[in-house]
């Protein structure tokens, strides 16, 4: 009660959320914002810090602690304080070149390592730049700047997730002329085709889309590069190539019966659905829809709680969540002080309106799937989910989650969907440029320019799976190194 009153006091209020019965009902964002006023007060708290952690993007302990921008969380909070919205808005955008973007979905780590957090809930920075940026759109202090002179120089971008577009508007902005190949139908990335409706609205991303299109960043969807067209005539034509195509290898799971028909990998299932919408639900139903099925999501993490999002949006009977790994804590444990990025327990969107509509968390830990039982037709029936406990390999010496003998079950599934995490970036891509990749399949670089001349990567390819603020930060950090290899020197 002394908590929710602090967040009250604060304006946390959970009100600024649409209940879960009440959003499971549409695929819109449900979080409504919150008075300026309102965000006024908290950057107001935020001029209470003696040191702030908050902007010092650095490792702590073993995990990433404060913004890895390195936003000027307590100057832009002090221009937010006195209603200096504008220049708030100059300030963040120094550092963050798309805020619309990571204001809704950063897991705001500039938050977990806010001093307030050592008492109460942190300054609610993540909120306030989201204010900013609508508050900027609103007021038409986002708009088209084209770059006074053009060097003439050219660049080709391969991928338009958030790596890919902050790099196309720092080497637009420099005056390169700027040429972005997205194979999907749509820019984005993930952020488009992965992240639901729900967390991020499809319109956030064209209204930047359009702003960049007016700057002069020219954008070709449908074409996939190493396919449709040869690295080689790419590098050609192109001054520099950058290379920003994710990390969308999936990791499976490799138990019998994986072939039966029902057993589809995260992000084929969520990108089918967001198509669905944004193409006019042209069928009743999404290409592949959960409804009335009995749903199981393998993977504990972000992307396994959209599925559980989507799944109850499209009228799963049930839903069920298997994670591997045994429940984190509540709180933080004595060796995960802060402000290390908190290992502890959260329940996310998807999961507290799996439990307003069945009654129960769908997280099952120390469990995974030992085997999918098909029908005669192919058709996915059932799997046989197995405990696991962890256990010192005699070989190794590392501790490792096995099954436990005779703790199979048998539960009812007609819908898989693995979200197991992700192996690194697609051979054809690497293969086609001819790029050295490290142990991960992740690109290798030296100040992000791979082992061939003039060809450069960053995101999610370079760096493994990730976030979209290390994204965006990926894409600003490549275009400095472009900039510098084609002018000598930079200015970005
Ligand atoms: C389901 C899901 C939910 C997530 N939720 C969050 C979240 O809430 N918060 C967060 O911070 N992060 C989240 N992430 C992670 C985040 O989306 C990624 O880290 C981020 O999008 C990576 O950006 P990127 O630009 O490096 O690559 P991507 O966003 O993967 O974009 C790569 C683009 O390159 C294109 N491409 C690939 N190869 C080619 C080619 N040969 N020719 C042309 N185009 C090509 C792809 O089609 C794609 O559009 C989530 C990820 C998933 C899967």
């Known amino acids: 009660m002394e908590e929710q009153n602090k967040k009250m006091e604060f304006g946390m209020d959970p009100e600024r959320f649409e209940a879960p019965l009440e959003r499971i009902k549409h695929f819109n964002e449900f979080h409504a914002p919150v008075s300026l ?26 995990m990433f602690s404060g913004c890895p921008l390195n936003n000027l969380v307590p100057e832009t909070n002090n221009l937010v304080c006195g209603g200096n919205w504008e220049q708030a808005y100059e300030r963040l955008t120094k550092t963050n070149p798309l805020p619309e973007f990571t204001s809704r979905v950063c897991p705001a780590l500039c938050e977990h390592a806010c001093t307030h957090n050592l008492f109460e809930p942190p ?47 720092k080497l637009n902005k420099r005056g390169h002329e700027v040429t972005v190949f997205e194979r999907s139908d749509r820019i984005g990335g993930l952020i488009r085709y992965g992240i639901p409706n729900m ?59 994986r072939d039966a028909d029902g057993i589809y990998f995260a992000v084929t299932y969520l990108a ?26 393998i993977g504990g993490g972000d992307t396994g709680n959209d599925c559980v999002g989507t799944a109850i949006r499209q009228g799963a009977k049930s839903v069920t969540q298997l994670e591997m790994m045994p429940m984190p804590p509540e709180e933080r444990a004595d060796n995960n002080p802060w402000p290390e990025w908190p290992r ?20 099952i830990y120390k469990t995974t799937v030992k085997e999918f039982i098909k029908d005669k037709k192919g058709k996915l029936k059932k799997a046989v989910i197995v405990s696991l406990e962890s256990k010192k390999d005699e070989k190794t010496g590392r501790m490792q989650m096995v099954p436990i003998e005779g703790s199979e079950k048998e539960i009812p599934a007609e819908l898989v969907l693995i979200a197991a995490g992700f192996l690194g970036s697609e051979k054809y891509v690497t293969d086609a440029f001819k790029v050295e990749v490290d142990g991960r399949t992740n690109v290798s670089t030296n100040d992000f320019e791979t082992s061939v ?25 490549v ?6 290899n084609l002018m000598g020197y930079t200015n970005l």
């Open 199 to 257: 967390k991020l609205d499809k319109s956030v991303i064209d209204r930047r889309m359009e702003i960049m299109e007016a700057d002069g960043i020219k954008f070709r969807t449908g074409v996939d590069v190493g396919k449709d067209i040869k690295a080689e005539d790419l590098k050609k034509e192109y001054d520099a190539v950058v290379l920003t195509c994710g990390a969308s290898n999936p990791r499976d799971i490799g138990a019998p019966g």
């Open 37 to 62: 006023e309102k965000q006024q007060n908290q950057g107001d708290r935020c001029m209470n810090c003696g040191v702030p952690f908050c902007q010092n993007g650095q490792l702590v302990g073993t």
């Open 344 to 363: 502890v327990l959260k329940t996310d969107y998807g999961q507290q309106e799996a439990i307003a509509v069945f009654g129960h968390d769908p997280r």
């Open 453 to 477: 001349k003039g060809v450069f990567a960053a995101g999610d390819m370079r760096r493994g799976q990730s976030l979209v603020v290390w994204a965006i930060r990926e894409g600003i950090d």
């Open 123 to 169: 300054v609610e920075t993540k909120e306030n730049e989201r204010a900013i940026i609508e508050n900027a759109y609103k007021n038409g202090w986002v708009h088209s700047a084209p770059p006074a002179v053009r060097t003439g120089k050219k660049v080709a971008i391969v991928g338009s997730g958030p790596s890919g577009l902050a790099a196309a508007l």
């Open 272 to 297: 089918a659905n967001t198509k669905w919408l944004l193409d006019g639900r042209k069928t009743e139903e999404s290409p592949i829809s959960a409804k009335d099925k009995n749903v199981i999501v």
């Open 479 to 484: 275009a400095r190194a472009v900039d510098k």
